[in-house]
Nanobody, 118 residues
Framework: QVQLVESGGGLVQPGGSLRLSCAAS????????MGWSRQAPGKEREFVARILSGGDTNYGDFVKGRFTISRDNAKSTVYLQMTSLNAEDTATYYC????????????WGQGTQVTVSS
């Protein structure tokens, strides 16, 4: 089992920045994929970003250079630095973990709320 704990969400003004963190614990494999998805009220969950243990990254099309995903393998922690936030970024952000890029089993965190509002 893998446990994921997110932190860093909150209220931010349009144009502002936030950094989310997600710490993994439990049966962590040395090669894994961690990432972020988000879900706004009334909408389906959508992919935000992912990062492999070797550092390769992928982003959702809507990110457009505003977000950066990174990780600290020694701490089993993944980060999401978000900039130029707008109201459309308001959502619950969920951290995810897979034991490899080929695994179909996802572990999810409990989510952290990000609200962009003036």
């Amino acid at each position: 089992q893998v446990q994921l704990v997110e932190s860093g969400g909150g209220l931010v003004q349009p144009g502002g920045s936030l950094r989310l963190s997600c710490a993994a614990s439990g049966s962590i494999s040395s090669i894994n994929v961690m990432g972020w998805s988000r879900q706004a009220p009334g909408k389906e969950r959508e992919f935000v970003a992912r990062i492999l243990s070797g550092g390769d990254t992928n982003y959702g099309d809507f990110v457009k250079g505003r977000f950066t995903i990174s990780r600290d393998n020694a701490k089993s922690t993944v980060y999401l630095q978000m900039t130029s936030l707008n109201a459309e970024d308001t959502a619950t952000y969920y951290c995810s973990y897979r034991s490899s890029r080929y695994s179909t089993k996802y572990y999810w965190g409990q989510g952290t709320q990000v609200t962009v509002s003036s």
